[in-house]
């Protein structure tokens, strides 16, 4: 898998010292010297004076977050974000103000309403026809609140409740209700028949929708476009794009993309690190230099030690160029990341791969990931392979993480998100990024998504059993058109394999004494046994790819 490799080859040769961050009245990093870390064996935290400390070998202690003056050695560092005025502006992120990504078009069934969450908002999208637009509705009917999205599209190509039949048109108005006596009073035409519209649009492939259905901004995309990718509309690169719905929440699903030195553990043996002098063990794993510029309100861009870059642009974009960026990453980030939709973002001599992630945060504890690795080289894989093929690797690698990363959210959650700075330990500057994306989250989003008035302050459900927190099928196959299709087909082609197999032993058995001669009674039953075992194989096949897969990190 071409694409799915720049997530291994990408990482570094270099070496870095570690850093040491403290929560001292300015925001610093200090760069410890070998001795300095040497010392530090383990760490305690004091949850009565809000202290994270270090003890060292010589018993003594050293505050590594807290409101006193620190003071540094001569072999000591200290570097300052160069917009620390910015981040104390006080501003507050508003969620609601934004463009929602909700699902890449070619996993939606025009002839049907899809169901979606996003920032908890219960959504149906369904294709207009008349038209030949993408509508996203409130999902919900204003008779007895029944989901539309359980419903149809009529004949007529309107929306239509299952319920009672209730019809809407693209704009939310109430069409028909088939109770009302048609000599009777309009009620139809009533304002409290009709649906809360969102506003919406398709770009680059994918459906978005603005999370506010108030009047005022009917015409919000005039003023304000979502984030444009121009490899994805260039003809030149491949542009496949997937999604899958995760059991962890959408901050951990951020810093995890954010964290490349995760890759030779968390998904060893799937995602190869390639080894080299820098090396420290037989994993591949290795010192990483990433640095983080222009952190403010609308995210950071960072500056990857091996040349590339990457942009986060609340609160749903991480773009990564793993080589060269065309763009300089200087300036405002919102004119970084949502180029010109005119703009080319290579030459076309020029092999060039990006990733390209949304994060979506669905509600606590879930989140969905719509991901693209477009590429100028190397085209003709996508158009010949189907996407379902490319999904068996990139499920397993979300599936390798998958476990620790739930366990670890409700760990932080325990803590409280808002003091994640001082329960975690990050030394170096490999671990750059999450704090930055931590920082941006505590600062301008109070430590946690705005969930509005759902969800009783973020409280995580419960742990579901293992094969349920893992579960491929509905997390992603019945949302993937392409994964969808191979699953039928694979289990079609099991039953068949089953029926012949059986075929071919009736026919052994019904056949008169010498019509056969022995061998070819051999063969056809030599058939039979390979049809039956290839069921099986495919059988297994079939559940390990698109139901459930576990992954065990000491055996893998």
Not at 188 to 202: I, N
Not at 257 to 265: K, V
Not at 354 to 383: A, T
Not at 426 to 432: G, L, R, S
């Amino acid at each position: 898998m071409a694409h799915l490799s720049l997530l291994s080859t990408s990482i570094p040769n270099f070496t870095a010292s570690p850093i040491h961050i403290s929560r001292s009245g300015k925001s610093t990093c200090q760069l410890l010297t070998p001795s300095d870390s040497t010392r530090l064996p383990y760490r305690q935290y004091n949850r009565i004076s809000n202290k994270f400390s270090i003890t060292t070998k010589r018993s003594k202690t050293v505050s590594v977050y807290s409101t006193e003056k620190n003071i540094k050695s001569p072999n000591q560092q200290e570097f300052e974000l160069e917009n620390e005025a910015a981040m104390r502006s006080g501003d507050k992120f508003k969620w609601y103000d934004q463009w929602c990504p909700v699902m890449p078009v070619c996993d939606l069934d025009k002839r049907k309403p899809h169901g979606k969450r996003v920032m908890g908002l219960d959504v149906v999208v369904w294709w207009d026809r008349t038209k030949s637009e993408w509508k996203v509705f409130d999902d919900l009917c204003p008779h007895r609140l029944a989901p539309l999205s359980q419903g149809r599209i009529d004949q007529s190509g309107r929306l239509q409740c299952v319920y009672h039949g209730w019809c809407f048109d693209a704009s939310g108005h109430c069409k028909l209700i088939p109770q009302a006596p048609p000599d009777g009073p309009q009620v139809h035409s009533f304002t409290k028949a009709c649906v809360a519209v969102y506003p919406s649009t398709v770009q680059n492939g994918i459906v978005w929708f603005w999370p506010n259905s108030d009047p005022e901004f009917k015409d919000v995309l005039q003023k304000k476009r979502p984030p444009f990718f121009p490899e994805l509309d260039d003809p030149s690169y491949s542009h496949l794009i997937s999604n899958r719905d995760i059991n962890y929440g959408y901050e951990f699903l951020i810093e995890n993309l954010m964290d490349p030195a995760h890759i030779p553990y968390a998904h060893y043996g799937i995602l190869e690190a390639t080894l080299t002098d820098l090396s420290v063990d037989k994993e591949g794993g290795k010192p990483l230099n990433m640095g983080v510029k222009h952190l403010d309100i609308n995210g950071f861009s960072t500056k990857l030690d091996w040349g590339g870059t990457s942009r986060f642009l609340a609160p749903f974009v991480y773009y990564v160029y793993p080589n060269p960026s065309p763009y300089n990453g200087n300036g405002p980030l919102s004119s970084v990341v949502v180029a010109d939709e005119d703009s080319s973002p290579a030459e076309p001599s020029q092999k060039r791969a990006i990733l390209i992630f949304l994060c979506v945060p669905i509600s606590p504890g879930k989140s969905r990931l719509i991901w693209s690795f477009p590429r100028n080289f190397e085209v003709w894989m996508d158009q010949i392979i189907p996407r379902w093929v490319f999904h068996l690797k990139e499920n397993l690698v979300l599936d390798s993480d998958l476990y620790l990363l739930h366990l670890e959210e409700r760990k932080t959650k325990e803590l409280g998100p808002i003091n994640w700075h001082k329960v975690c330990y990050v030394p170096t500057k490999a671990d750059a990024l999450v704090v930055a994306f931590r920082r941006w989250f505590n600062e301008y989003s109070e430590g946690q998504v705005d969930w509005g008035s759902k969800f009783n302050g973020g409280a995580l459900p419960p742990t579901p059993p293992r094969e349920e927190l893992m579960d491929r099928y509905w997390t992603h196959v019945v949302n993937c058109s392409s994964c969808n299709a191979a699953y039928k087909g694979l289990n079609l082609a099991e039953l068949a394999l089953q029926v012949m197999a059986f075929g071919l032993i009736g026919v052994v058995g019904l056949t008169k004494q010498g019509m056969m001669t022995t061998v070819q009674r051999s063969g056809v039953f030599l058939m039979a046994i390979l049809c039956f075992a290839t069921s099986k194989w495919l059988s297994v096949f079939i559940y390990k790819n698109f139901r459930y897969h576990d992954y065990n990190h000491t055996v893998e």
